[in-house]
């Protein structure tokens, strides 16, 4: 996803020139039609501006690039949530959300509910905040993370120092896989973990179908293996 934003971005980059120069001629066109338009009496100058200025911003290729990726979470056979994530890319910041909804239930009665909001916001590819609100059945967590003064701390519910480069449990880019600590998006705290790749998988999908991908092993203080 990250990738895909990146790439987005930079090719919007590659084309200001020509999306430039294509603005200018649209925005001389509007002002000679808006001209004709006020000699005859049919609008004002105001307006003429306004819409002038609006063209421009459509044109502009500086808006933030974003990709959204919706999970669905099965249990078995049955359906029991999802999970969301978008990235939305700007220059070098990017803003990362997630969304989790899980329930578990039997004969119409929840044996088990989950949710998860999560949003972060990266700049020049380091974490600078985190802020996580976790509702485990019952049980509420808060994850809040700054970058102060040169240091990355948590606020939440673990609070203290994190290692510089640690990277939250949202997964949504390759990166992270190279980093010994993450970040619970659920308290804050700290996660020791080792990241291998163990070869070539397929991956299940939603529709019951497999996409070829690398499976990747997640040891440590959480065990989880991960596409």
């Not at 501006?49 to 919706?70: D, H, K, V, W």
């Not at 039997?106 to 999560?118: H, I, T």
């Not at 059945?137 to 993370?145: F, I, L, M, N, S």
């Amino acid at each position: 996803v990250y990738g895909f934003g990146r790439r987005a971005f930079m090719a919007s980059l590659m084309q200001f020139p020509a999306t430039q120069a294509l603005s200018l001629i649209q925005n001389v066109l509007v002002l000679i039609a808006g001209t004709f338009l006020v000699i005859g009496g049919q609008t004002n100058v105001g307006t003429v501006i306004a819409f002038a200025g609006y063209t421009a911003l459509l044109a502009s290729p500086l808006a933030a690039a974003a990709a959204t990726r919706r999970f669905a979470v099965r249990r078995g056979d049955d359906d029991i949530g999802f999970q969301e994530t978008t990235v939305r890319v700007a220059g070098d910041r990017v803003e990362a959300t997630a969304t989790a909804r899980l329930k578990v239930s039997l004969l119409g009665v929840v044996l088990y509910r989950y949710e998860l909001d999560v949003a972060e916001v990266w700049q020049d590819g380091r974490l600078v905040a985190l802020d996580g609100v976790a509702n485990d059945d019952g049980t509420r967590e808060v994850a809040t993370v700054r970058r102060e003064g040169g240091a990355l701390l948590s606020k939440g519910t673990w609070q203290g120092r994190l290692p510089d480069d640690a990277a939250p449990t949202s997964y949504w880019s390759t990166e992270f896989l190279g980093r010994s600590t993450w970040i619970s998006t659920q308290s804050g705290a700290p996660l020791a973990v080792s990241c291998a790749p163990s070869g070539a998988a397929q991956a299940p999908l939603a529709d019951g179908g497999a996409a070829p991908a690398t499976r990747w092993r997640v040891r440590g203080d959480i065990d989880i293996d991960l596409f």
